[in-house]
């Protein structure tokens, strides 16, 4: 069952996050209720649970289908949630909300975000999820699913069965907690009606378009992945245009993480963890190398697969996951967190592997390595705060789009294969991404929503009105 909402805004009130409640969910048209936060409560990482008089609540919070942008969709992995009129920070990580309370009824009223690293204004998502938590068991609100809906400012809100992924989940990172739950019945579900297929498939292509929606609207992307264990399959018109997806049967609830591929071969690490390969339309699971709580994917043809796990080891494959090698990118001190940005970029006669998030002053932001082997070496890029690719043009290498707060214009820079000098070159506008190099050796690169092409490595543009991705995804 999927339930429209209206969404709202509430303002922090210094660090406390005090709010005042101007509206609640409910069917289009009802009027909205008011409502006041009573308390804040800063949720400590290492949890504390009384069996005997408290229960808990958890759930998985799935919003980045519904998310404005970036900033939003980090927030929607840490959500704050309004309980009985209690804002909990810190009870949401990575998605899964985990909470002791004392044994009673409850409701869930509102997830809050915020939308602007600049704007202290959170945006409160109605809920209107009523509960019961039992002394000694964990009450599961499942997977609670957010996506847009049609008319300013609404969205859709559907509950889901994840029974699998919220015992693994909970037994993985809450050991101690789960051990001292009641063993005959440690998981309780939550009076709630779940989604049914149709809902669910129709979750998942919406949860693909949104995808889609923000990547560089390649002509070449193939899959589409996201939350709620989806994989969809692009469909094209006549025109190589995509007109939908197809949501593939992946057989899990879990957010696929990070995913790479090619053509009609796609691979995909999962949160539970867990890694799929698609082959067209078919997708079957293979078995991981080792443990790790998170893994970066990279995939390369005709059966390559590159993985990186959360200590940056390197495992890699080159029969489709059978046998693997292991190689270390860095020594890292912590285990990697979920939001860095590990991505890959296949070349010529190898592909690359670089981090645009700083994680050490003393890794590789960028490493390659031959398709057939014998290492991997350091590629030593230019100090940028800001950055989105790492591509090969012809015999030169271009990092980029960089944005520059002294000049007009975003950046991008290139440099010889053979040589370690890089060159800054501009773009032609500002607020720009998805740098690419297409099949004739130009380079494009989208700019405030309008497409360039360069011939000549950077040095001139000119709009490229000759690609356009999308039909229409409404």
């Known amino acids: ?204 292509r919406e949860i693909a378009r949104d995808a889609f929606t923000r990547t560089d609207s390649d002509t070449g992307v193939s899959y589409a992945f996201g939350e709620v264990g989806t994989i969809a399959k692009a469909v094209r018109d006549s025109q190589q245009r995509v007109m939908g997806f197809e949501a593939l049967a992946t057989g899990t609830t879990a957010r696929m993480f990070s995913c790479a591929g090619e053509g009609e071969r796609f691979v995909c690490s999962s949160d539970e963890p867990a890694l799929y390969r698609v082959r067209a339309t078919k997708v079957d699971r293979i078995a991981l190398p080792a443990f790790s709580g998170r893994w970066w994917v990279e995939a390369f043809a005709p059966a390559g697969i590159v993985l990186v796990d959360e200590n940056m080891s390197i495992f890699r494959s080159g029969d489709d996951g059978r046998t693997w090698t292991r ?64 591509i090969e043009v012809g015999d030169a290498l271009a990092v980029g789009p960089a944005f520059s707060n002294v000049k007009e214009r975003s950046l991008i820079y290139l440099r010889p294969l053979a040589s370690d000098r890089w060159e800054e070159r501009q773009l032609p506008d500002i607020n720009c991404l998805g740098l690419q190099r297409v099949d004739d050796g130009d380079i494009t690169v989208l700019c405030s929503r309008k497409r360039y092409r360069s011939h000549d490595l950077g040095r001139t543009w000119t709009p490229d009105e000759s690609r356009s991705a999308t039909a229409s995804l409404n």
């Open 1 to 204: 069952m999927m339930k429209s909402c209206l969404l709202i805004s509430v303002r922090a009130v210094g660090a406390l996050l005090a709010a005042l409640v101007l509206a609640s969910c409910a069917a289009p048209g009802a009027a909205p209720n008011a409502g006041a936060t009573l308390a804040t409560v800063h949720v400590p990482k290492q949890l504390s649970f009384d069996g005997r008089t408290q229960g808990l609540v958890v759930g998985v919070l799935a919003g980045s289908a519904l998310a404005s942008n970036y900033h939003e969709r980090l927030w929607f992995l840490h959500a704050v949630v309004k309980i009985n009129g209690v804002s909990y920070v810190g009870a949401v990580n990575d998605g899964f909300l985990v909470l002791p309370l004392a044994a009673g009824d409850y409701e869930l009223q509102f997830v809050e975000t915020q939308k602007n690293v600049s704007d202290k204004s959170l945006t409160a998502y109605p809920v209107n999820y009523k509960f019961r938590v039992q002394a000694g068991r964990a009450t599961s609100l499942g997977l609670v699913a957010f996506t847009r809906a049609v008319g300013e400012g609404k969205f859709q809100r559907a509950v889901i069965d994840n029974s699998e992924e919220i015992t693994a989940r909970l037994r993985r990172e809450q050991k101690a907690i789960f051990d001292a739950l009641d063993p005959r019945a440690p998981i309780v579900a939550a009076d709630a009606a779940y989604a049914q297929a149709p809902a669910i498939e129709q979750l998942r």
């Open 327 to 390: 190689d270390s990118w860095f020594a890292a001190k912590q285990p990697l967190a979920s939001t860095v940005r590990i991505r890959a970029y296949n070349g010529k006669s190898g592909f690359y592997l670089y981090s645009i998030d700083k994680i050490d002053p003393l890794a590789p932001v960028a490493l390659f390595s031959p398709y057939g082997g014998g290492g991997y070496r350091r590629i030593d890029v230019p100090d940028l705060p800001v950055w989105d690719k790492l």
